[in-house]
């Protein structure tokens, strides 16, 4: 058992390693061939039955002529069947009827009594074989008897029926005839299945390499990718695009292919943009160092401004670190994801910027409002909205927050923002000429363009027709029935 088993799990396996084009069309010519098999099967029983039952038939029809004849007839049967040629039995009413001797219409037939031998046609040589089942049956004790026995080098299809009188028939018919025409439907039968299994197999493997050309397709894609890094591969769907799964499935590689290629792409530019933004702060601080080791050369005022001008190199170096950091952080999982008080959230933001700001007088109107999202990137992206808003006023003037409904929008009453660069100001790295003389990494606001974008919603920028910038940061919320069904 344990090795037949190890054989099927063999098999199983080397199954298993079989292309999936393979596998499908042994799959579909397996399911066709027992389809077949039992529709030949079910054909060669229904002819059996028909040949069995015409030798039936036969058999019944000459069971019962005897059984009329023994009924109107006044002679002894055993005479009847001693006679040669036609056998010639009076009726009740007087009319002589003909009936043919028994070989003319069956091969074997003899008469049973309870005792004595049975009597069969002068011309029949051979004798039925008789056990206490056909003498019960001449009895009168027992029903007709039919079964199916080898005689003489063939098989027969033997039934005793009762004559009644102490008297009962056997009767015999050859199966051979039958049995050679069940041999050929059999054999035209399994031709005929096999074709159809062999049709069967090569429409199935028609079939699935048509149907799996595009699965073999995204191999080659996946596959050239990986060899090669090339995102930029496409497969072309064809009119199969909104047909089918597979036609779905090539529309959802492609749409695959370009976000892993957009992402690569930004992240590549992220990299190099990076790269260039720290060659300046990193240039600065090798020349103060530099001057570090000749400080003695230098007076006290000097000195206080090199170190301030080294920490301060130290201050933009970590600000652009961390803020390259955070943009290529990316989306957060789902279960970073809380609910919370979208108005709380700025206004704890709007404390802190006073703190950092003393100069600048910060304006809050906030109007209650809840949001899914999470906490530590919108407060991020809050508190650069702040920022921006205070370097743009010069570090000092009037900042006013403001959250209706989904949107929080900050405006300064500083310069506003050159047309030009209003649809670049959440560029990474991009700052405006006017600005380039203040600190900063031109992330900031960078930052608040993908924590809206990870977050489902947007921003904007726009100038205000009494001065100042107005920032938009729209975000979708949450309406109370939304978290609480009792609310």
Known sequence: ???????????????????????????????????IGAGVTFAYLVVRSELYGNIDRQLDRQVTNMQRMAHNANTNLEKIFSQRGPIIAPTKGGTLIGIKRFGDSVNYLQILRPSGPPQRPPDQTAALPVDARDLAVAAGTA?????????????????????????????????????????????????????????????????????????????EAAERVAATRDLAHRIDPGDRADRDELGRLAVSFNAMLSAVQDST???????????????????????????????????????????????????????????????????????????????????????????????????????????????????????????????FSGGA??????????????????????????????DRFYRAASMRDRPGSGLGLAIVAQVAESHGGSVSAANHPDGGAVLSLRLPGVRPADDDPAA
Do not use: C
């Open 265 to 391: 792409d930004r992240q590549r530019q992220l990299v190099a943009d990076a790269s260039h933004e720290l060659r300046t702060p990193l240039t600065s601080l090798r020349t103060n160092v530099e001057v570090l080791g000749k400080i003695e050369l230098l007076d006290q005022d000097d000195r206080e401004r090199l170190i301030a001008s080294v920490l301060a190199g130290i201050d933009d170096l970590t600000a652009l670190v961390a803020d390259t950091v955070e943009l290529a952080r990316g989306e957060e999982p789902v279960a970073a994801v809380e609910l919370l008080s979208w108005d709380s959230l700025t206004a704890h933001v709007v404390e802190r910027a006073r703190l950092h700001w003393p100069g600048v007088e910060f304006a809050a109107d906030l109007a209650p409002a809840l949001l899914a999202g999470v906490p530590d990137r919108i407060q991020r992206a809050v508190a650069n909205l702040l920022d921006n808003a205070a370097k």
């Open 143 to 219: 029903p007709e008897l039919r079964r199916t026995i080898s005689f003489e080098g063939a098989d027969v299809r033997l039934v005793t029926a009762s004559l009644g009188n102490g008297y009962a028939v056997q009767e015999a018919l050859p199966m051979t005839d039958a049995e050679n025409q069940l041999g050929h439907v059999a054999a035209e039968l399994l031709a005929a299945g096999l074709i159809g299994i062999l049709l069967a197999a090569g429409l199935g493997w028609w079939v699935t390499r048509t149907a799996l050309r595009p699965v073999g397709q995204l191999t």
């Open 1 to 35: 058992m344990t090795r037949r088993a190890a054989a099927v799990g063999t098999a199983w396996r080397r199954l298993r390693r079989l292309k999936l084009r393979t596998r499908i069309t042994l799959a579909a010519t397996f399911a066709v061939a027992i389809g």
């Open 397 to 426: 003037g009037r900042v006013e927050v403001t959250l209706a409904g989904d949107t929080l929008m900050v405006r300064d009453h500083g310069p506003g923002i050159p047309e030009g660069d209003l649809p670049h100001v959440f």
